[in-house]
């Protein structure tokens, strides 16, 4: 008995170290559908810059049809302390969102989807923030020290 | 019959002087910071009525005439409490009748302001009678909301008393009437305050001194009451009135105080054993002019004791069952 | 490049080493050491030792290949598809842009040396895990991240109640991000304000623990001073914080855990924090770490999380919309 | 005496009695008088701003006499009546523009499905000084830190202008200075969602507060908010009340986290049957 425990305990903690996909508030495993990837380009009409996630209101026009997509982000206070506030993100600029959509595809009001990747159509990052080496500034770095 | 609204002035003088009754060598004791001291236990329990019955022409009655009235009461007492011999069971379709009189406590003689025996507390008008303004109470009285239920229908249109919201027959006042028993009440003093308390329903009106009103949107049940002192005598206007407390029936008197009417008392320490009370409604909805009432308050030794009648109102629900028993 | 890092690096551990002599500690107006300020503790160190490490203490050579890794995590994570490409049905949903994160950039170092992990003791930087106790909560813990019944089986950052993984403590550990903190201290009082969900730890000086059957978030703490030391004990934990989970470490719990937190001032932009847990039901010895808290530029901002959880109603309403198909 | 001589004595006799001379107040850093302590209010403005009589519950459905509670909340009873209130505006009445009173008005009447508290959400300001919950100040010389109990709210008082806000918040963005011995807080950067009071009061994102807090003696603290918000009301308005400190054992924040108290009410819908 002793060892099973011992095993389910190792699978376990190794099975959660290991899927580095599950976001740290919670699981988008448990809110995005993987067998539903959507890639989206459309406008801004208004940002959420609200915890624990942001959410990024898109209009889509698709074949005469326009739907409202609202794009989950991260939180904004990461954000706030690269610089970025609530003005940065104009309402009317176009975006493309690389994602998932939510497992609960009711879309009312609005079609949830995660904001895997958020680019500009030229393929830049809509949410800039790392020091250029990829990981994100924290001051952690003396180099970095202002 | 006097102007239809007396000058509040006027009326004010009229409140005060009435005290010439009274020798002046009663020199009324202080608190201990030094407003006049009204504080005790007292009671208005009185045979008077608030109108002047049919039996009785003016306002003073001689002492004979008092002693008859007290007499004729106590029989009437023994009459009603035992109207069945021994053995015998109440005959059907007759009035459900209330309770031995040992339950009540009305009081036993007329009251007495001064040396003078009162036919009534009703001092003005003089003869003693409410002046009703009969066109404007039946205009007031129908825009009430109660009026088009059966008294059955729904514990709002029970009265006060039954409801056990405050005591009937305006006992707490104000103004502070005489009812069929607890004719209890308890003053309080402390600095900027005068505290009522009436036994039904453990009721206390907290008079603020030089207080200024509430705003107009809060109507406490027994209105809003601020005082002042003028002399030894303490005045106390109140305004605000509730609503749902026009209706102010006791077994022998009804009358009614509209939301907007305006009330007010002065309370004057006339010995070491009584005050005199004397009230003046200003209620131009009901009535046709201001009425001014007038009564002792008499010390006594006996307790106020708990009158919790909310928790145990069993009647409220046997009436509203009763009635819907009936309707089947 | 790198003989010109290497000077560069000498050249600050001089000067850290020189300033730690020459610090002071300050007082606060009413007298007591002077811990406040706003602090963050992002680091790439994890509470236990990767398994490519092997010390406690590693070269700077050794640090970097952590960096390297963190790095080329960061970019598969921020650029998941080439130009133009769509995601793939069956993929992992993944999370979000790296702009998001802010999981630190280096290994922290302590005494101008770097750490392969917070844990100090055990020697081998692993949890002394009592595996029957930890196969027990495993149920419980698997529960939290796949199945959504009900709300309160999710996990606490999830119901917003705490911040998830140990972000609050105790012990106070390093997350994903907004690994920030505030100390504010007034007479019989040190107020730790961390910021995700916004808990200020409320710890009392020379005072003593509520009853046992008070058990609040983040457990009761009452605090005293050891010279310019502060050491914190807090036990009476709550019933449902056994389990803390982050992507960077899990730990348990229990009710009856005793907790020693030291705050320790070391110079103007650091605060040397090491803790203690003695939890003799989920472990087999106690457990210690130490980490630095260093002072963080910028503001500590609303993290208010319930009011916008969007989430936990969506994860819900899509378990049952899964569950008619 | 006349009016004007009597008027100034009771002025005076008022400062006197309440507010003992600013020397000897407590103090606190650089000299300040000292505003460490757990304080709370002792009023019904949580209830109502302005003046209300009481009532049956805070959400009331036409009754065959008189509004009766909402059936979702009768079976409280008395626990759930209002207690009655004076106003703690000045002047009474709060200067709503005319089609904003229209929505308070219908706040007020959807009180249960609209009043953030109901599902625990932060208060916002002024509001969090008079829930019915103490709050405690930490005042040192390097911050000023609000920790409210309800909720876990909190707010720290930049001690320099740090500008405008970067993002709407809950609790919004705060920084204080002292007026001698008044310590006034400029707040602002809030978002739309909070309300003043469990009566539909509400506000714009434009919104803007200024508080005054003053020490009156030991125990009391005077405390009044401006509230500036173009967007819905005429003219700025401004609330007064007193705030008392607990001391002895009461003098100790609890914690009342109600989000776990209200998931039942927010996501029992989606349980799993």
């Not at chain 3, 907004?178 to 005072?207: F, K, T, W």
Request: proline residues 5%; hydrophobic residues 35%.
């Amino acid at each position: 008995m002793k060892n099973t425990l011992k095993i389910i305990a190792i699978s376990f903690t190794l099975l959660l170290g290991a899927s580095t996909y599950i976001n740290a508030h919670h699981a988008f495993t448990a809110e995005f559908d993987p067998n539903a990837p959507i890639n989206i380009t459309g406008k801004v009409i208004k940002v959420e810059w609200i915890n624990p996630h942001a959410w990024v209101h898109v209009e889509v026009k698709e074949a005469g049809k326009t739907t409202v997509w609202m794009v989950e982000g991260g939180t904004p206070n990461t954000l706030i302390r690269n610089g970025i506030n609530k003005k940065t993100i104009t309402p009317g600029t176009v975006i493309v969102v690389r994602g998932y959509q939510s497992k609960g595809k009711l879309c009312l009001p609005r079609c949830i989807a995660n904001g895997r990747d958020v680019t500009f159509p030229d393929g830049s990052k809509v949410f800039m923030g790392s020091s250029g080496t990829g990981a994100p500034r924290d001051g952690s770095d003396p180099r970095e020290r202002r | 019959m006097q102007s239809r609204v007396m000058p509040t002035l006027l009326g004010l003088v009229f409140l005060l002087t009435g005290g010439l009754v009274y020798s002046d060598t009663y020199q009324v004791k202080k608190t201990w910071f030094g407003d006049p001291d009204l504080q005790g236990t007292w009671t208005n329990s009185t045979l008077t009525t608030l109108e002047r019955s049919a039996s009785f022409k003016n306002l003073v009655v001689s002492e004979e005439q008092a002693e008859t009235a007290a007499l004729i009461a106590s029989q009437g007492n023994d009459a009603y409490d035992n109207y069945l011999k021994q053995g015998e069971t109440p005959k059907k379709g007759q009035d459900v009748g209330g309770y031995n009189t040992a339950w009540m406590d009305p009081g036993t003689k007329l009251l007495r302001v001064g040396n003078e025996y009162r036919s009534s507390i009703i001092i003005s008008p003089k003869n003693g009678k409410l002046p009703w303004d009969a066109k404007k109470r039946r205009e007031y009285f129908s825009k009430d909301l109660r009026r088009k239920f059966k008294r059955t229908d729904h514990p709002e249109l029970r009265g006060v008393g039954e409801r056990c919201v405050v005591g009937f027959g305006s006992s707490g006042g104000p103004p502070m009437m005489n009812v069929l028993y607890n004719n209890n009440y308890q003053i309080v003093q402390s600095p900027g305050y005068v505290m009522i308390m009436a036994e039904m329903i453990h009721d206390t009106r907290i008079i603020r001194l030089e207080g200024a009103h509430l705003p107009e949107s809060m109507d406490p049940w027994m209105g809003d009451s601020t005082g002042r002192w003028e002399g030894d005598t303490l005045v106390v206007e109140t305004t605000n009135f509730n609503w749902q407390h026009v209706h102010r029936a006791g077994l022998r008197h009804y009358f009614a105080i509209s939301k907007d009417a305006k009330i007010t008392e002065i309370f004057k320490r006339t010995s070491n054993t009584e005050i005199l009370y004397r009230f003046r409604v200003d209620d131009p909805n009901l009535y046709k002019s201001a009425w001014v009432g007038e009564m002792p308050l008499r010390a006594q030794s006996d307790k106020i004791y708990e009158y919790a009648c909310h928790e145990g109102n069993y009647a409220m629900k046997n009436i509203l069952a009763g009635a819907r028993a009936e309707e089947k | 490049m790198n003989k010109s890092l290497l000077i560069l690096f000498t050249v600050i551990a001089l000067v850290g080493g020189l300033n730690a002599e020459e610090w002071t500690q300050s007082k606060t107006w009413f007298g007591d050491p002077d811990l406040q300020g706003t602090w963050t503790n992002a680091s790439l160190t994890n509470l236990e030792r990767p398994d490519y490490y092997d010390t406690l203490i590693v070269s700077e050579e050794e640090a970097r290949t952590t960096l390297r890794m963190s790095e080329e995590f960061s970019e598969s994570v921020d650029n998941p598809y080439e130009e133009g490409e769509s995601p793939q049905a069956g993929d992992n949903v993944g999370g979000y842009n790296v702009a998001w994160m802010d999981p630190g950039t280096d290994l922290f170092k302590l005494d101008g040396e770097y750490r392969s992990s917070i844990l100090t003791y055990p020697e081998d930087g692993k949890l002394p895990r009592r595996y029957i106790r930890w196969g027990l909560e495993a149920y419980g813990m698997y529960r939290m991240f796949t199945v959504a019944d009900h709300p309160e089986e999710r996990s606490l950052g999830e119901r917003c109640l705490v911040g998830f993984g140990s972000s609050g403590g105790p012990p106070m550990l390093n997350v994903l991000y907004n690994n920030n903190y505030q100390i504010v201290q007034s007479p019989g009082y040190v107020m730790i304000l961390v910021e995700m969900n916004h808990d200020a730890r409320i710890i009392r000086l020379e005072s003593n623990h509520n009853p046992d059957n008070m058990k609040p978030w983040l457990g009761d703490s009452v605090g005293a001073w050891e010279g310019n030391t502060l050491v914190v004990r807090t036990k009476n934990h709550h019933p449902q914080q056994k389990f803390r989970a982050g992507i960077r470490h899990q730990i348990l719990v229990m009710e009856g855990a005793e907790i020693t937190e030291r705050f320790t001032r070391t110079d103007e932009n650091e605060i040397l924090y090491q803790f203690e847990v003695d939890d003799d039901k989920a472990y087999k010895d106690t457990w210690r770490g130490e980490m630095p808290l260093r002072a963080a530029d910028g503001e500590i901002y609303e993290y208010a999380c319930h009011e916008g959880n969007y989430a936990m109603a969506n994860i819900l309403a899509g378990a049952r919309a899964e569950e008619r198909k | 005496m006349s009016l004007i001589y009597r008027r100034f004595f009771t002025i005076l006799s008022l400062v006197g009695m309440l507010n003992i001379a600013a020397s000897e107040l407590p103090k606190g850093p650089n000299d300040k008088p000292n505003l460490n302590g757990v304080w709370q209010v002792l009023n019904t403005a949580n209830y109502n701003l302005e003046a209300h009589s009481a009532s049956a519950a805070m959400d009331l459905v036409v009754g065959p006499i008189v509004p009766v509670p909402h059936p979702s909340i009768l079976a409280l009873g008395a626990v759930g009546a209002v207690p009655a209130g004076l106003s703690v505006v000045e002047g009474g009445t709060i200067p709503y523009k005319k089609d904003a009173l229209k929505k308070r008005n219908e706040n007020k009447e959807n009180w249960l499905q609209l009043d953030p508290e109901i599902k625990c959400y932060l208060p916002g300001v002024p509001r969090a000084t008079y829930m019915p919950y103490p709050f405690q100040i930490f005042h040192s010389e390097k911050a000023i830190f609000f920790a409210y109990e309800y909720a876990g709210a909190v707010r720290n008082i930049y001690l320099e202008d740090p500008g405008e806000a970067p993002m709407d918040s809950w609790m919004g963005q705060s920084w204080g200075y002292w007026d001698n011995d008044t310590f006034v807080v400029e707040a602002s950067g809030f978002n739309d969602q909070t309300w003043f009071d469990r009566s539909g009061n509400f506000h714009s994102d434009k919104l803007k507060v200024t508080e005054r807090f003053t020490l009156l003696n030991k125990h009391t603290m005077g405390y009044e908010a401006t509230i500036q918000d173009e967007e819905v009301f005429t003219k700025p308005w401004t609330i007064k009340m007193t705030l008392y400190k607990r001391i002895g054992q009461d003098a100790q924040l609890q914690q009342f986290k109600c989000v776990e108290f209200v998931e039942e009410l927010l996501y029992g819908k989606w349980r799993a049957k």
